[in-house]
């Protein structure tokens, strides 16, 4: 029944679910904030629990996904990759190159990878593209030309682009939102939610974020918590937190076997790219 005034659920009462945790039912608001000063204590710890089984779940790959041309996972280093400039889609740089070699042994002009359609000219050509993608709710482009933005000082400018982005879930744009709060850039300088979008990022298998968030941890004598974000990095292939577990295991925080699974998931995530 209704953790407030008791009143059983019947035909014409339905019982909600706590906003924040999944403990206690309430037949009104108003009964819900009666019982808040009982409930807020058991509540807050609860909320607590639930976020950490959302933040520690292991991301089934990292935020870059896969080529949608190979369909393989795209690395880490965004150097293997490419962002087209007509569809914003991002390419790994294999399927770029064999698109070359068969323009030129077909003759053909350059043309996008993915789309086919052919590239942009000149800056203009593909900020008109970039925007025409915007339109669509491509959170690529908005993320895009947050950075653009971001690249000229115009940190208001790049923090709208890079919140739209976010709600659409894009983790990239969560982590510039945590690294925008941080510094206080275009926005209040805020730890809180610079935490908060650090985790969002984590979440979306952002490996710089989820490592960001162990090394924070660490400082803060959390070293349970540091070493689960450092091993859930480090099995997505990022190579900075496999040094900061080796770091760990000489110190003493971290098995000899949580060590040696790290490295064999690590090399696993750096293979299949």
């Known amino acids: 029944g209704c953790a407030s005034c008791g009143v059983a659920v019947i035909d014409d009462i339905k019982l909600t679910k706590c906003t924040d945790c999944d403990l206690v039912q309430y037949c ?9 000063s009982q409930h807020e204590e058991e509540c807050k710890k609860r909320a607590a629990e639930l976020r950490d089984e959302i933040l520690f779940k292991q991301p089934e790959g990292t935020h870059r996904g896969d080529c949608p041309i190979c369909c393989l996972p795209l690395a ?10 007509c569809c914003c889609k991002v390419i790994c740089k294999g399927c770029a190159h064999a698109n070359v070699l068969r ?6 002009g350059h043309s996008c990878p993915f789309c086919r359609k052919p590239l942009p000219s000149t800056d203009k050509q593909c900020d008109k593209q970039t925007m025409k993608r915007i339109a669509a709710n491509d959170p690529g482009a908005m993320r895009r030309k947050g950075k653009q933005q971001h690249e000229k000082g115009d940190y208001r400018s790049a923090f709208e682009y890079y919140t739209r982005a976010a709600e659409l879930g894009d983790a990239d744009a969560q982590y510039e939102l945590a690294r925008l709060y941080e510094f206080g850039k275009g926005v209040e300088k805020d730890g809180g939610k610079a935490i908060y979008h650090l985790e969002e990022a984590a979440i979306g298998g952002h490996p710089s974020a989820r490592r960001t968030l162990g090394w924070i941890e660490w400082e803060n004598g959390n070293t ?27 110190s003493g925080l971290v098995s000899k076997d949580d060590l040696a699974s790290a490295l064999r998931a690590h090399q696993a995530a750096v293979d299949a790219t």
């Open 224 to 250: 349970e918590r540091a070493m689960k974000h450092l091993v859930i990095a480090a099995s997505l292939g990022d190579d900075d937190s496999i040094k900061l577990l080796m770091k760990a295991f000489r």
């Open 76 to 85: 880490i280093d965004r150097t293997k990759s490419i962002m087209t400039s």
């Open 103 to 108: 323009e030129r042994k077909e003759k053909l």
């Open 28 to 36: 009104t608001d108003a009964c819900q904030k009666e019982h808040k």
